[in-house]
């Protein structure tokens, strides 16, 4: 046990040039006690907000009207960062980008003063220090002042014995949020969906899953309806699959993907030499279907001839091939599927009232994927599971950061949207956590003249282009830091390789 002091306690303090110990500094007990107040809150806090607040609350008690900044990051090209600070945000802009690589490396805090650009920012002096690469992050910890003269030794001090508090729980709680949706076993997808098929628990799909539930014994006729990719073709063999007829194979004919010469004789077949090129007789999906099911998609593309054919065998349960003489029972249950609204179709004249009747027995209306967020963790798990081992990798799962952005992504309808992004991002994946992903598709097009321009003008132009969309805003939740999911010190160092200055994108009035 090392001498106790009666009165003041002494605390050294390393990296500290002139070892200095508080009590020689003239620290109060009541700073000791602030700063084991700061220990306990910042070890209670779980949330980054959590954890502002502690410091927030602390910068204030200690430091009075200063202004102070505090941002980690980690040091590779994953998007890890922390910001925080009370600093307003132009301020906040001009100081970082005077911030260079010589200040965050510096052992002790700097004191800055007299500085042109800090000036314009009404910041007369600045104490900075840089907290040290550790745990893999680094970052720096810097109070300002809109006053003369009035860092001491004592906010040196200060600063130091906060940095060493203060890094350990950042990473713990950075390391905590970013972590992770994790799979879901399969046991356990499957505990949520009665169809091995079907992913998703949000109320919307179990109304799907109980009409599902509902017809699949009988053997009536199912109109499945909604937008594209949002499962029309999945609860089709989910009907099939829970039906008598199971043991068959379900037989599918996609309507729009055949040219309209050959899709009558895709459906009922025909006899050899019954049109030029009919070499051999042809058995259709409708014979092929018998005793199964047969899968009409994209109904709505259907040519209003073989509408009244389809009518036809759909009444009288037979075919005839083309060029044939007689008629063939068949005995098929017909799910049929649309993104199209054919009562609309029906009322332009495109779509046969008739037939629309025969197929609209039971309609099931898919939901789009924007009225079922709740599902997008389950079918992210669930498309990791699927095409992860595709590629040999092994993921474990998507940060909640990337999750967060799943759920506020404006989702369209469309669920193959979302399994070709996992798709997309798991090949982009280099460790075992899926944790960035990237909305941006930038559609090709032929016919539009392509200029080649290097990578770096590329970036420069994409970065000043993003800069002023965000009125020159790098931080904050609407910066053009969080818009290109990059930590703000990586956005400045960028601009600063690209030589981006404040005046090419801040318009002055
Ligand atoms: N509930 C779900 N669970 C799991 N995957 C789903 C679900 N719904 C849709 N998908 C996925 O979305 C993609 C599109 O599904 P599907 O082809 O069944 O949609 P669709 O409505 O028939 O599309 P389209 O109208 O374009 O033919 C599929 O790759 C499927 O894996």
Redesign the pocket.
Known sequence: MGKQHSSSPKVNIENNKNKLSLGELGYETSTLSSLHHLCNNINNAKSISEFEGVIEAFVHQKFGDFFYVLSFFQDTQENDFVFLGNLQESLTNEYLLFLDDKILSSENPILLKDNELMKEAGIVESMILGLQQEFGMKGYLSLHSKKQAVFSEYHRQLLSIISHIIIPRVYFIINKEHHLTQIQSSNKINQVSPFS????VSPT?KEVYKLINLVALSDATVLLL?E????????AKAIHDTSLRTNRELIKVNCAAIPASLLESELFGHEKGAFTGANQKRIGKFELAHESTLFL??IGELPIELQVKLLRVLQEKEIERIGGQRTIKVDVRIIA?T?RNLEEEVSEGRFRLDLYYRLNVFPIT?PPLRERKEDIPL?VA?FIEKYAPKVGKKIKGISNKVLEKLLLHPWIGN??EL?HLIERSILLTTGDIIKQINFAEIPLQNNVEFEIKTLATVEHDYILKVLKLCNGRIFGQNGAAVRLNLPPTTLISKMKKLGIKKEHFVTIN
Not at 197 to 200: D, V
Not at 228 to 235: Q, R
């Open positions: 098929n079907l992913i998703g799909i909604g594209s990719g949002t499962g029309k073709e999945l609860v998609d994209e599927a993104n898919l079918l669930h669920i193959r399994e």
